[in-house]
């Protein structure tokens, strides 16, 4: 089986910014990359991430907005990470469970037995090998985030929901440091990805030699 690579954080930290970073350091380590993303990665998955992101519905409850997390997760595993790990291959994914326990755990504040009980339904005993979580103050990734379009519907959120994204985030490297760690994203983009690089090492992911050429 290939890796599986998962990159999270709020809104604006930086993770667009540093996916391709992240991609170029598995390629010159010898990885044969596959880069996608969640709520989204297949024709079912983006038209569900379109329904979830839109403004169509203002007043979507918590339980649907999960369960179309999971059905496009579902889909996703089904024909794209599971095909790829199995052929060996590294999923770079943008996103991942960890937002959905951040996001409809901590932000909705829905029962995580409940995220829990469909994470092992669909995923089975499949977890990332590695999720980097970009951990900046909630100020800092809404200027950053501002910069750009208008805000989808989880954009619209309030600053709380946004904080209790973040502690639910923390909260998750704190309690699974053998495979879930933390980098300080609230610095300059070099900075942030030499904690990338150091982390994607220490987590035996690349091997610094390889990629130095030696
Ligand atoms: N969601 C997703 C759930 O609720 N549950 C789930 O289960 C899943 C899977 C998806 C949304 O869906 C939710 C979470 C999200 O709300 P998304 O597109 O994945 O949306 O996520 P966004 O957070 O919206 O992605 P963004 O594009 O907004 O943020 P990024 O990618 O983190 O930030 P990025 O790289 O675009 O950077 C933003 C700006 O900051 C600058 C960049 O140049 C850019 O202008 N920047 C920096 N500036 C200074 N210093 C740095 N270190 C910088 N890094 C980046």
């Known amino acids: 089986m290939g890796k599986f690579i998962t990159l999270e954080g709020i809104e604006g930290v930086g993770k667009t910014s540093n996916l391709r970073y992240i991609k170029e350091l598995l390629e010159k380590s010898g990885h044969d990359c596959v880069l996608t993303r969640e709520p989204g990665g297949t024709n079912l998955g983006e038209a569900l991430r379109g329904l979830l992101l839109s403004h169509a519905d203002e007043n979507m409850s918590a339980d649907s907005e999960l369960l179309m997390m999971f059905a496009a997760r579902a889909e996703h595993l089904a024909k794209v990470i ?3 790990l199995a052929n060996r291959q590294t999923v770079l994914c943008d996103r991942f469970t960890e937002a959905t326990y951040a996001y409809q755990g901590g932000g909705r504040l829905l029962d995580v037995d409940k995220i829990s009980e469909l994470e092992d339904w669909v995923q089975g005993e499949l977890r990332p090998d590695l999720t980097i979580i970009l951990d900046a103050p909630v100020e800092i990734g809404r200027a950053r985030a501002g910069n750009r ?7 619209k959120e309030h600053d709380d929901f946004f904080q209790r994204v973040r502690s639910a985030y923390i909260e998750l490297a704190e ?3 053998h495979r879930i760690c ?3 994203a609230s610095v300059g983009l070099a900075e942030v990805q030499k904690g990338i690089y150091e982390k994607l090492i220490d987590y035996g992911i690349v091997d610094p030699d390889v990629i130095a050429g030696n």
Do not use: G
């Open 82 to 84: 599971l095909p790829a």
């Open 149 to 155: 379009s208008a805000p989808d519907r989880i954009e």
């Open 175 to 177: 309690h699974y440091p």
């Open 182 to 184: 933390l980098v300080d």
